[in-house]
């Protein structure tokens, strides 16, 4: 590895659009980022693309010594509907992964695939839009998703890594392609609702980790002010799934990791595919094409958040000023002296619907019998237990499948106070959970480890071998393994919860 050469990893997320370059040690040296947010409008939740390329411009500003930048590659949000015309002509505003307006699709092709196709992936929205008679359908010559666009658009190359292939349409089992039998069934439905063009003709080609995706082109450069030279080779995009679990040593089977704030999910990389279609999980795979399960929770933190926000305030009333992460800190650990099934003590911490639990809607809910313990100790343990039971009820089905899981890695604002959330999701998922003391940005780091795979993995050397060699070889970290009590005490605080749900339900219908 030379020190002097960078890599790159540039990621469209949810709310930034960040940057970050790598040395030939790993380590991020220089970032850039730029702040975006979705609009609702005319019923779809959209970004501009125009903001796309401020915000990418803005990002590279602030990386330095652009010119040592020997490989790079894009990133982005996964899933939803980027139609272009023969000429690369947008066809319809961008219909992103929040948007839950293909329903009827994705029931549809679920049941013809036997394969879950949940409503934010691509084909989707572009089976969604046939049924809707949508006019733009008849001149759509491409779809892809936004990284594959903006690859695309700096490169000439239509391409997408699989990771990010597999949130647009069911991949093969060798992880190579599109799943040429799913493919044919789709084109005799589509063609039966007049859509003539073939799927493979509409989709991006796929790729796989450590493959050629191009490089910068002159035209590239040019939309991007000239501040990357061209020439500088690309890694196939890829999605926020495959640069997550880059970004925590998650590649092999057996591994996966927990993603766990505003949000929290999971992804376990599998041996073999699941023996039934369940609509709770989602079935994508990692940058090598291996398949993958992901379970998606839309609650975590946020109502836990504004619990800390109110016991803050009630601090203050008599005069004390708690710092808002000491708060936390104390907080977190005050729950290690709870019951390990809370004591009887129950939350739901929905603010938002739930796929995983067919919820529509949220309503948060802490609830207790009589002869609860509703200790401050008991009542914060359950709000904890509470971001993470989703997932749980989730996990609970690969367990079922006799999924193996050596170890997951958690990474998010959970994990922030150390061993508490690890003791607990270790419980709730029954595996040992790490977190790793490195300075990773997250997944344009994941996707800057890319970059440098592509660049510099020896012959035949595999995306797995790579990161334990040369990227997390060495790197300190802890590691909690469940303990029998905890996972009993989850146990049972699971099975309440689940009957929670029917309060939880007749709250959204009634409140």
Known sequence: MNDNKLYLGVEFGSTRIKAVAIDGAFRPVSTGDYTWASAYENGVWTYPLDQAWDGLK????????????????????????????????????????????????????????GFNIPQRWSIAHLYQAVLNGEEHVSRVAHITTLAGYIHHALTGVNAVGVGEASGMFPIAADGKGYDAGMMAKFDALAASHGLTRKLADLLPQVLQAGESAGALTEAGAALLDGLLPAGIPLAPPEGDAGTGMTATNAVAPRTGNVSAGTSIFSMVVLEKPLAHVHEEIDIVTTPTGKPVAMVHCNNCTNDTNAWVG??????????????????????YKKSLEGDPDCGGVLVCNYLAGEGVTQMDAGRPL???????????????????????????????????????IDSLTGHGGLFKTPLVGQKYMAAACNAPVTCMDTAGEGGPYGMALLAAYLADKAPGESLEDYLNAHVFAGVTGSTVDPDPADAAGFTAYIQRYKALLTVEKAAVEAL
């Open 58 to 113: 803005a990002a590279l500003a602030g990386v330095e010594h652009r010119e040592d930048i020997c490989a790079m590659g894009v990133s982005a949000m996964m899933h939803g509907y980027l139609a272009f015309d023969e000429n690369w002509q947008l066809l319809v505003p961008f219909r992103t992964w929040q948007n839950t307006i293909t329903g009827p699709a994705a029931a549809e092709l679920t049941a013809l695939f």
């Open 310 to 331: 109110v016991l803050k305030e009630t601090a203050e009333l008599f005069g004390a000023k708690p710092d808002a992460g000491a708060l936390y800190t104390g907080l």
């Open 366 to 404: 802490v609830v207790r019998t009589p002869e609860a313990k509703f200790t401050l100790a008991n009542f914060f343990r359950a709000q904890l237990y509470a971001t993470m039971s989703t997932l749980k009820i989730g996990m609970d089905i690969l367990a079922e499948e006799h999924v193996a």
